[in-house]
């Protein structure tokens, strides 16, 4: 399975917003 960079990037960002909302 491969993933573009750009695609990787908006993912952790979204992953960050997400995990920054649940604390």
Known sequence: ???P????K???MV????FS???
């Open 1 to 3: 399975m491969h993933v």
């Open 5 to 8: 960079l750009m695609f990787g």
């Open 10 to 12: 908006q993912l952790q």
């Open 15 to 18: 992953f960050i917003a997400l």
């Open 21 to 23: 909302t649940k604390n």
